[in-house]
């Protein structure tokens, strides 16, 4: 493999993709969304004031970038091969002494550049957060590095889709459909599967007596009877993996979690994190309610549970790779040449 082979092939596809006056105006629009949000943030996470107001404004950005990248993305990667073939741009490219994987790699490198021009767009708006915010630098780190490791599994989905779809279009929709399942299709399977699963829970609960006439307790108050339903409850402990596949669970999970003095989470990272892990907690078995208790019963908060269970995004980050792995493996074998046999009705020079 000749790195100036790569670059050059890299350069062409890319002066191919911003020549146009729609890219700029894609990236203006972009950036005016990008005002809007980082606004009505500043205005949504002022109660919080110092760090805290900070941290929820940059993870908001953070994780709009990645929802744009989303969007976008499959459009700008899922017809690079077969977009080319159509155009009859590829087979001129095959017959130089460019290797197939050469011109896949390149593709992919180029739609990975590409979608990180929206990382960069956003690069001030999230120092302006992180920086008056004074945001851990450690959480901006990683969550950048996360964010940039999405767009690059995105765009490998989409470059190895459009190498094993001959048509441009179907392409760019199954490779939405893909982006889709990991993002809508996960939290829709992890709700099925958990109130698929159900498991009975027996409660026992007694209260005050209440006089039926006045409405009121007696003085001194008297405890009624310990009285005990069953009911069933859903099993989310049992399908929570599922979610680790998702790319914002992903980019919540591994960034480094920020909680107040009262262990609540700062910024949307955390939230997202605490929501997903309090799913790994299993149901008890019995739980029991006591009016007539003179202390309540202390509950966990969300950095005690946030502490007791398992990160999961390097699972999730894991099986995203192997997935945009082979697909563009896929692609590659797909686009050698010389090929034995080819779709109907697909163009060759």
């Known amino acids: 493999m000749s790195g100036t082979r790569l670059w050059t092939l890299v350069r062409l596809d890319l ?7 729609a890219w700029y105006v894609m990236l203006g629009v972009f950036a005016a969304i990008l005002v809007v949000v980082t606004a009505l943030s500043l205005l949504s996470f002022s109660y919080a004031g ?13 994780f709009v970038v990645l929802l744009l990248a989303v969007l976008v993305s499959p459009t700008l990667s899922g017809n690079a091969i077969n977009g080319d073939r159509d155009a009859a741009n590829l087979a001129p490219v095959q017959v130089t002494l460019a290797t197939t994987a050469e011109i896949v790699l390149a593709k992919f490198l180029a739609a990975w550049l590409t979608g990180l021009s929206f990382a960069v767009i956003a690069v001030p708006f999230m120092l302006v957060a992180a920086v008056s915010g004074g945001v851990d ?5 990683v969550s950048l590095v996360v964010l940039i490791v999405e767009i690059a599994i995105i765009a490998a989905i989409g470059v190895g889709l459009s190498g094993i779809v001959a048509r441009p279009l179907f392409s760019v929709a199954v490779t939405y459909l893909v982006v889709a399942a990991l993002v809508i299709g996960t939290p829709i399977a992890f ?14 609960y007694r209260s005050y007596i209440y006089d039926d006439a006045t409405g009121m307790t007696s003085n001194p108050p008297e405890c009624g009877p310990w009285e005990s339903a069953t009911y069933e409850v859903p099993r989310f402990d049992t399908v929570w ?6 790319p914002f ?15 609540y989470p700062e910024d949307l990272f955390g939230n997202f994190s605490y929501l997903v892990r309090s799913a790994q907690i299993p149901p008890q078995d019995t739980v029991t309610w006591d009016d007539c208790a003179r202390m309540p019963q202390p509950t966990p908060t969300p950095e005690e549970i946030y502490n007791q269970t398992t990160p999961s995004w390097f699972v999730g980050l894991a099986v995203q790779l192997v997935l945009a792995g082979a697909l563009l493996w896929w692609g590659g074998a797909r686009t050698r040449t010389p090929s034995r046999t080819l779709p109907p009705g697909t163009r060759i020079a």
Do not use: E
């Not at 002066?15 to 006056?21: A, E, G, K, N, P």
């Not at 992903?250 to 262990?263: E, Q, V």
């Open 15 to 21: 002066t191919q993709r911003v020549r146009s006056v």
């Open 50 to 62: 110092g760090a805290g107001a900070g941290a929820g404004v940059y993870s908001v950005v953070v």
């Open 249 to 263: 669970v992903i980019l919540a999970d591994a960034t480094p979690a920020r909680f107040d003095t009262s262990g």
């Open 191 to 204: 709700t099925l599967g958990g109130a698929a699963i159900r498991t009975d829970v027996t409660q026992s």
């Open 137 to 141: 630098p450690l959480v901006v780190l």
């Open 241 to 246: 993996w599922i979610l680790s596949a998702n």
